[in-house]
DNA sequence: CGACGCCTTGACCCCAGTCAAGTGTGGTGG
DNA sequence: CCACCACACTTGACTGGGGTCAAGGCGTCG
């Protein structure tokens, strides 16, 4: 089930960045069957899965969750006109697919190869923590959404990435430009053309299209609105 | 703690709803504190509050959540610049302050009185279902929030309000037009002129502000982009 | 090599933000 | 009882940011 509105939504998207994904997911079905046990993790099964493959989709029956061993996922929501709503990314670590009877969303690999990991419920302290995790990651992609301007929002987009994936200056961008854009609400255009805006005044540098240098912290900050924590940018009346 | 954040804050925003709410808070401040024992609920403390109350602040340790037993919720994060973000409203039955450690965002009381009931951590199936109401929540609120259009997103959030409020026709609206504004990513002025727009086409009726009647749920699920459920926009290709 | 996807850049225009003024409405004090 | 004010909301005029349409670069695959 649940797949025919995908298989509709994917006639009437021009994006319709889930048709390719849907394509190698049927050619790659069985070697998801298969759980590869790839470093011997204790009692849980771990997968390999290229990019493009969905782990799962919107309106399929949701069992259990999934842990993100490596490389990245992007979940979206498509609605019935044919828009999409890239609900987040999941980076090494954090939770995905925690919704309960059914999936809200799907779920696929941007990255170039991920592993991940299925998690049964029934562990009630591991459970909580499961979504105690989503919950921490959905209110936070709803303080980089509700952001007025585009520039705003690729900025906090970029420092909240590079907080959650640890590094220090390099940040991987496996996601398409229109991932981003589903994402924060933009076109692909404007995306493209902020990221060539940040690259012009030295904040950022970009080698590749999917790897980022932060040049300057403090004034992606600032564009971010968050301030440097040190040095809270607001005075108080006396 | 946690207070001297939303002190800076509001200096600085011109809008600054919370100041109020702030002074109200200080008065109504005892009044908080003794729990109302309303309607003998089974060992569980309900407190009435006015308009205006803060449930909690912002970076306060979270050591309760809460349930709305009547009365509208509304739940906003200040961003170090003075700007606003609305994380939701919370109605009837529904949780919010389900953070871990600190309260991430503070709670305030929108509609005219409210009665709130405080729940203790601690029981696992109760504590599960709480977080799975939050998730769901503000899951909602990012395809609310990531539309483009501002008719769009006037138009899901009405949808949103209705279903989840239970009315058929009648829509209760207690919070501020600021409030929908910072919730909505919008202006105050947008919000205005889209309530005017829809009420011109016919689409809603609004005897007094804070109360919506909808008169074509059709034309305003179109507009919502989700559809009619009975009859599906999209025709998928042969 | 050409076809295709993905990304970038440019030109144009419209939606929504900004500034400003006007309209209730409730509260306070004379 | 009315004058006055404070506040929330509405409406208008103007402008700029970002959506839309279109063209062009660039790497990959067949």
């Given at each position: 089930?649940?797949?025919?509105?995908?298989?509709?939504?994917?006639?009437?998207?021009?994006?319709?960045p889930l048709?390719?994904a849907?394509?190698?997911?049927?050619?790659?079905?069985?070697?998801?069957?298969?759980?590869?046990?790839?470093?011997?993790?204790?009692?849980?099964?771990?997968?390999?899965?290229?990019k493009g493959?969905v782990i799962?989709?919107?309106?399929?029956?949701?069992?259990?969750?999934?842990?993100?061993?490596?490389?990245v996922i992007c979940t979206s929501?498509?609605?019935?006109?044919?828009?999409r709503?890239v609900t987040g990314f999941c980076?090494?670590?954090?939770?995905f697919?925690?919704?309960?009877?059914?999936?809200?969303s799907s779920a696929e690999v941007v990255s170039?190869?991920a592993?991940?990991?299925?998690?049964?419920?029934?562990?009630?302290?591991?459970?909580?923590?499961?979504?105690?995790?989503?919950?921490?990651?959905?209110?936070?992609?709803?303080?980089?959404?509700?952001?007025?301007?585009?520039?705003?929002?690729?900025?906090?987009?970029?420092?909240?990435?590079?907080?959650?994936?640890?590094?220090?200056?390099?940040?991987?961008?496996p996601m398409s430009?229109a991932d981003i854009?589903d994402y924060?609400?933009?076109?692909?255009?404007?995306?493209?053309?902020?990221?060539?805006?940040?690259?012009?005044?030295?904040?950022?540098?970009?080698?590749?299209?999917?790897?980022?240098?932060?040049?300057?912290?403090?004034?992606?900050?600032?564009?971010?609105?968050?301030?440097?924590?040190?040095?809270?940018?607001?005075?108080?009346?006396?």
């Open positions: 089930m649940g797949s025919f509105r995908l298989e509709d939504a994917r006639a009437a998207n021009r994006a319709a048709s390719k849907r394509r190698k997911a049927d050619a790659a079905a069985d070697y998801l069957q298969n759980s590869m046990a790839c470093k011997a993790e204790i009692g849980s099964s771990i997968r390999n899965a290229a493959t799962y989709c919107q309106d399929d029956p949701a069992s259990v969750r999934y842990e993100v061993v490596s490389g929501y498509l609605f019935a006109d044919g828009r709503q980076f090494k670590g954090e939770v697919g925690t919704d309960h009877g059914f999936y809200k170039e190869t592993q991940i990991r299925r998690i049964r419920w029934g562990d009630s302290a591991d459970d909580e923590r499961a979504l105690n995790n989503a919950l921490e990651l959905v209110e936070n992609s709803i303080l980089l959404i509700g952001r007025r301007t585009a520039l705003s929002r690729i900025a906090a987009f970029l420092v909240d990435l590079r907080s959650r994936t640890g590094n220090a200056h390099w940040i991987p961008l430009r854009a924060l609400g933009l076109t692909v255009e404007t995306v493209s053309r902020t990221f060539s805006q940040l690259i012009r005044k030295r904040l950022i540098a970009q080698p590749k299209h999917h790897l980022v240098r932060i040049i300057d912290q403090d004034r992606l900050n600032a564009l971010a609105g968050m301030g440097s924590d040190t040095n809270p940018p607001i005075t108080s009346e006396p």
